[in-house]
T-cell receptor
Framework: DADVTQTPRNRITKTGKRIMLECSQT?????MYWYRQDPGLGLRLIYY???????NKGEISDGYSVSRQAQAKFSLSLESAIPNQTALYFC????????????FGQGTRLTVV | GENVGLHLPTLSVQEGDNSIINCAYS??????FIWYKQESGKGPQFIID?????DKRQGQRVTVLLNKTVKHLSLQIAATQPGDSAVYFC???????????FGSGTRLLVRP
């Protein structure tokens, strides 16, 4: 079983719809992250959470919201999806100081039509 | 602003040759660097890391070099194999921020 699991793996949705991407981890890490990846661009941070009661905006949080339901679960929502949110989304986890880097899920490919 | 970038978007090498992937960073306050490998359809996978108090670190067939004077990071892969074909990203951590900033990636293609 994967340490960081994302669901769904692929999703096509219509403009204006609300959609939730889910992430769960078995690594026991407190810190969780949502990144977005677009062709030709590096991973960009959307939101991050250092523990269940801590939620922080990343560099591109507009149009997104998150929920940290438990230490192991961190979900990303698009309240009203738009086509330029079509991208590959990654959830990641890390220990406190990021020693060893962040551990990534397999990704969710989201297409907004 | 802060920037982590790569000089070459695509690198093609012959199987068995050595590969060198480069990365430039602009934030002198970064204290920790990581190289990731991303295969098609998968998430980024940790390869090797280096702290800012080091110049070189070696792993299995991979070496990372850090030149703080010119803010340059490189990943060397020895005896490149077809399984090394992937996109490689560098990432930096700014001191105290506990967040990673990623470069845009270099695609490595290994010719048989």
């Amino acid at each position: 079983d994967a340490d960081v699991t994302q669901t769904p793996r692929n999703r096509i949705t219509k403009t204006g719809k609300r959609i939730m991407l889910e992430c769960s981890q078995t690594k026991g890490h407190d810190r969780m992250y949502w990144y977005r990846q677009d062709p030709g661009l590096g991973l960009r941070l959307i939101y991050y959470s250092f523990d269940v009661k801590d939620i922080n905006k990343g560099e591109i949080s507009d149009g997104y919201s998150v929920s940290r339901q438990a230490q192991a679960k961190f979900s990303l929502s698009l309240e009203s999806a738009i086509p330029n949110q079509t991208a590959l989304y990654f959830c990641a986890t890390s220990d406190g100081p990021l020693d060893g880097g962040a551990f990534f899920g397999q990704g969710t490919r989201l297409t907004v039509v | 602003g802060e920037n982590v970038g790569l000089h070459l978007p695509t690198l093609s090498v012959q199987e068995g040759d050595n590969s060198i992937i480069n990365c430039a960073y602009s934030n002198s306050a970064s204290d920790y660097f990581i190289w990731y490998k991303q295969e098609s359809g998968k998430g980024p996978q940790f390869i090797i890391d280096i702290r800012s108090n080091m110049d070189k670190r070696q792993g299995q067939r991979v070496t990372v070099l850090l030149n703080k004077t010119v803010k340059h990071l490189s990943l060397q892969i020895a005896a490149t194999q077809p399984g090394d074909s992937a996109v490689y990203f560098c990432a930096e951590r700014n001191t105290g921020s506990y967040k990673l900033i990623f470069g845009s990636g270099t695609r490595l293609l290994v010719r048989p």
